[in-house]
């Protein structure tokens, strides 16, 4: 069963523009790692949040983890074409069999 | 540093066959996770080896196997192979056992069964 769920499924801006990703996720959890997987190749990884941190920073992602509310949000600032691809959340569940669970991701499509 | 390898890249068997996946990972990481991606059920964890052990499976059948050198590489084998498991295949590599750190996947392998 899926942990992690992000919304919405699809994403479609134009090169510019922010786009935000939520994930939400059902039990507790040790960390939060969103990945980026181009077209049907392998995945990226672009940042971990553990869950007593609120907010991460990297170039053009902002993190943020609400762990009252069981959820996550990744903002991508100024859009680029480059962008393009499906985003995953993946949660790392407290006190389980450490592994992470991955979310169906979200389909980014970035317009020139 | 090279990337986590995987070979081959593209596979196609048929029906109650066996496979074998290979996966390089980067040089030092230690832990190597397996991973299925299908449109239907998303990705899903198979099994991690750390230091030849392995230390987390997943919920897949026993046709699923896998094990991990002294030298970190890992090989993943499906016997008897179904329709259902057409997937692209990735494995992560990892310097540490575990989920709290960054994963480093592969291109993937894709397996198609006729």
């Known amino acids: 069963s899926q942990q992690g769920e992000e919304d919405p499924q699809a994403l479609s801006i134009q090169e510019g523009e922010n786009a935000t990703m939520n994930c939400s996720y059902k039990?507790?959890?040790?960390?939060l790692q969103w990945y980026r997987q181009n077209s049907g190749r392998g995945l990226v990884h672009l940042i971990l949040?553990?869950?007593?941190?609120r907010e991460k920073h990297s170039g053009r992602l902002r993190v943020t983890l609400d762990t009252s509310k069981k959820s996550s949000s990744l903002l991508i600032t100024a859009s680029r074409a480059a962008d393009t691809a499906s985003y995953f959340c993946?949660?790392?569940?407290?006190?389980?069999?450490?592994?992470?669970?991955f979310g169906k991701g979200i389909t980014l499509s970035v317009r020139p | 540093k090279a990337g986590v390898t995987q070979t081959p890249r593209y596979l196609i068997k048929t029906r109650g066959q066996q496979v074998t996946l290979s996966c390089s990972p980067i040089?030092?990481?230690?832990?190597v996770s397996w991973y299925q991606q299908t449109p239907g059920q998303g990705l899903q964890f198979l099994f991690e080896?750390?230091?030849?052990?392995?230390?987390n499976k997943g919920n897949f059948p026993g046709r699923f196997s896998g094990r991990q050198f002294s030298n970190s590489r890992s090989e993943m084998n499906v016997s008897t192979l179904e329709l259902g498991d057409s997937a692209l295949y990735l494995c992560?590599?990892?310097?540490?056992?575990?989920?709290?750190?960054?994963?480093?996947f592969g291109p993937g392998t894709r397996l198609t069964v006729l």
């Open positions: 949040i553990r869950s007593n941190e």
């Open positions: 993946a949660t790392d569940l407290r006190g389980a069999n450490s592994k992470l669970t």
């Open positions: 039990t507790s959890i040790n960390n």
């Open positions: 080896y750390f230091s030849e052990t392995q230390r």
């Open positions: 040089s030092g990481h230690r832990s």
């Open positions: 992560a590599s990892s310097l540490l056992a575990g989920p709290y750190n960054e994963q480093f």
